[in-house]
């Protein structure tokens, strides 16, 4: 009896316990990857072309834009910057020019000593005048008014007033070196204009400040 009854118990434990202990066995469940159809693909690929498309034509449109807009205010600058640039370039020459005279004075004293506007004293102030404010000043404006111009996007107000401005500038320096080759400059380095050619001088700058607070 004991040995039957142990078989059948062991019997139960295999076909009901056993299972019940471990959990049932589940197989993964797999999914197999949809895959598009070819319309669907074909749609989808049109619409990235038109998406790129429309992306590329907008920058089309921008940088046209932006460069329609620069011409423009390169237009409005030509006149003025180009009178200031070339004033300066003059005024270069003529710089150069009173400084190889002083230089050469300086090794021989007796080169054009009968003319007394054109002694070291007075030539070499002259050179300084003219560089200074002949040559870079009018490089420096020319070149401010340009870059302000780009720099704020818009167009360079009063044009026309700023080339008598620079026609003034250029009566300024003139005048005041001649007044300094005649003996009446200040006898300070670096501000030996008279007071009325620094004062048109001022002038100038007062109306370049004015359109560059336009701006």
């Known amino acids: ?8 118990a062991e019997l139960l434990f295999r076909l009901v316990l056993q ?10 469940l797999q999914v197999e990857p949809a ?8 749609d989808r690929g049109e619409r990235e072309v038109s998406m790129e ?17 620069r011409a423009r205010i390169d237009a409005s600058c030509r006149v003025p910057v180009m009178a200031f640039f070339a004033s300066s ?7 150069s020019a009173l400084a190889l005279l002083a230089s050469w004075k300086l090794h021989a004293p007796n080169f054009l000593a009968d003319w007394a506007g054109l002694t070291f004293g007075r030539v070499r102030p002259a050179h300084l005048s003219v560089v200074a404010y002949g040559w870079a000043s009018m490089a420096g404006i020319g070149a401010l008014l340009w870059l302000e111009a780009r720099l704020c ?3 360079l107000p009063w044009p026309g007033l700023l080339v008598a401005g ?28 008279p007071p009325f050619w620094a004062a048109l ?13 336009m701006m």
């Open 153 to 155: 996007r818009v167009t």
């Open 53 to 69: 498309g429309a992306v590329h034509g907008e920058e089309a449109v921008a940088a046209r834009e932006e460069v329609l807009w």
């Open 201 to 213: 001088l001022g002038v100038v700058f007062l109306l370049i400040t004015v359109v560059s607070m």
């Open 89 to 95: 370039v003059v005024w270069l020459l003529v710089g």
């Open 35 to 42: 895959v598009p159809s070819p319309r669907r693909r074909e």
């Open 19 to 28: 299972p019940l202990q471990h959990g049932p066995q589940r197989q993964p």
């Open 166 to 193: 620079c026609a003034l500038w250029n009566v300024g320096v003139a005048g005041g070196t001649w007044e300094i080759l005649a003996g009446q400059g200040t006898s300070v380095e670096w501000l030996e204009f």
């Open 1 to 8: 009896f004991g040995r039957h009854f142990g078989a059948d």
